[in-house]
């Protein structure tokens, strides 16, 4: 049974800095790719950051270059995001996704909320 326990989330001033963790069961972490997506109110889902199954190789969105990390605990089975320099367009919900070898081997978390405000 997969799962997913995200955490982290919260309010934060603009500027300020959250880190957000995914823990995983369920299923085999260490050869499946890790993102982080978000969704603000009105808008679609969009991807934020995307690491390797080993680590070594992480993908930003554009807008989050610089500012967001990736990161990985294989022995954990863990994926974080560090978020700094936070902007109130940052305010979404952020979603883990896990992304394995074989078509159906896509699997979500549940989401945390990310609030961005003065």
């Known amino acids: 049974q997969v799962q997913f326990v995200e955490s982290g989330g919260g309010l934060v001033q603009p500027g300020g800095s959250l880190r957000l963790s995914c823990a995983t069961s369920g299923f085999t972490f260490s050869i499946y790719t890790m993102s982080w997506y978000r969704q603000a109110p009105g808008k679609e889902r969009e991807l934020v950051a995307t690491?390797?199954?080993?680590?070594?190789?992480?993908n930003y969105a554009d807008s989050m270059k610089g500012r967001f990390t990736i990161s990985r605990d294989n022995a954990k089975n863990t994926v974080y995001l560090q978020m700094n320099s936070l902007k109130p367009e940052d305010t979404a919900v952020y979603y883990c996704?896990?992304?394995?070898?074989?078509?159906?081997?896509?699997?979500w978390g549940q989401g945390t909320q990310v609030t961005v405000t003065s």
């Open positions: 690491i390797n199954s080993a680590g070594s190789v992480t």
């Open positions: 996704n896990a992304r394995g070898p074989l078509p159906w081997n896509d699997y």
